[in-house]
C-alpha cells in the first residue's frame, strides 16, 4: 500500500489498470497461497495459471483471486520504504526487514543438532548487478551468493549471510555466520574455501569445532608440504598443533585436512573404486541437501528484479524449514504438506465469499453430458472492485440473440445462464 502511494502516478498510467483497492492481511494470505501453488503446476507463463481452457485450467486460482489483482499486487510488492533509503548506504536496504524476520525465526522455532555443515548456495541470476558472482566452475555460472549454514543431517538451514560485495573479509564472513552458534560445542564442516589454520584457531578459543578439507596455502607448514609429494597411495602423514590436526593422505591425489574435532586414525571405507579414509562427507552435505530440496519445489515466478527473486527464495526457505519441524510430528509427505499449506490448513480455504471466476472461452466438455445433477445453479459473488449492488453476467444462450443479464451461473460449467429455458437449451442442444 505504501509503494503505491508513492508511485501512485506511473501505476495510473496504465488504461487497462485496476482501480488500486488497499490489501487486507486476508488478501495478502491468498497472494502466497497462490504462489505455493505455482511450485505445484508449471505454466509456460503467468497467464496460463487464470486459462479457461478446459485442457489448462486450474479452477483454485481463480477463486482465490483475478489475473489482474494478482499482478496488482505482485507490482506493488516491496519490503522496505524506499523514501528511507538515502540514509542507508546498505546494498541490501530493500530487502534486509525480510531477511531479518526470516532468519530470526529460523533460529528460534529450531535448535540443531551438533553437527553442522557450512557451505554456499547461488540463486541464479543474470542481470545487471553488483553483487553478482561469477563462478565458472560451478553449474550456476552467474548468480546472488549465500553463505549458508544448516543441520548436517536433515538440511534445516539455520542461519545464512547474502553476499553484498562490500569488501568483508573471508574470516569475519565465517565468524558472522556462526555467530549464533559460538560458545555452545557445535562442531562445524566446510570445505577448503572457508578453512584456514587462523580461522580454527579462533572458532576453537569460542568453543566451535571445525572439520574439513584445507588448501595448502591456508596454512600449512613447509615441512608437510614437502613430505606430501613423497606420499604413495594409501600413505598418510600427519602435524598437530594443539588441537588442531592437519592431516594428508594420498589416494588418487594429495587431500589435505583438518580438523579440531577428531585424532589421526584412519577408518577405510568402502567405495565403489577402492578404499577412502575420511568422515568429513558423512556430515558435509547439508546445505547440498537443502538445495535439492528447495530446487524440486521452487517457487517459479519469473521476476525482473533482483529483491523480488530473494524475496521467493527465501520463502521457499521457510517452507522447506517448516516442513522439516512439521514432519518430525506428521507422516505427510512433503507434496501434501504444501498442498495443505497453499489450499487452506494453514494459510486460507477459499469460502462461499470467493468471487465467481470469469467464464471459460470454450463450452466445457461435459455440458451435454445428460447428468443434470451435476448442473446447478448459483448465484454469481461479487469481487470486491464491483461498485454495483446486485452482480450480473450477461447470458451466454441469450447472447447470441439479445443482450440480456442474469444474476446465476452453472457452477459446473461456470457459464451464466438464466433459469429455466436458456439453462436446458445449454445442456440439452448442441446448437442453440
Known sequence: NRYYLQHCEHYDRSYKALRWVDVTSAEMRKFFAIIFLMGHTRRDNLKEYWSTDPFLEIPIFGKLMSRKRFEQIWWCLHFNDNELQPQST??????????????????????PNQQLSSDESVIPWRGRLRMRTYNPGKLTTYGLLFRVVTESTSGYIGNLEMYSGEGKKLQETILSVLEPYLDQNYHVHQDNYYNTVATAEHLFSRKVRVCGTIRVNRGLPPDLKEECKSLKRGETTFRRKGDILLQS??????????STIHNSSMVDVQRRHGQGSTCHTMFMKGVDRA???????????????WIKKVALWHINSDIFNSFLVFKNLNPHSKLKYRAELAAGTVLVRPGPSTPTPRRPHFDPPGRLSGDMRKHTLAKIVKSEHFKRKQPSRQCHVCAIHKKRRTAYICKFCVMPLHRGECFEKYHTLKHF
Do not use: E, G
Not at 91 to 106: D, V
Not at 249 to 258: L, P, Q
Not at 294 to 302: D, E, F, M, N, R
Open 249 to 258: 593422505w594420498r589416494d588418487t591425489c594429495v587431500v589435505n585436512m583438518i
Open 291 to 305: 538445495d535439492q530440496y528447495l530446487a524440486h519445489y521452487s517457487l517459479p515466478q519469473k521476476a525482473v528484479k
Open 90 to 111: 546498505s546494498r541490501l536496504f530493500k530487502i534486509q526487514p525480510l531477511l531479518n524476520s526470516f532468519i530470526q525465526k529460523f533460529q528460534t522455532v529450531y535448535k
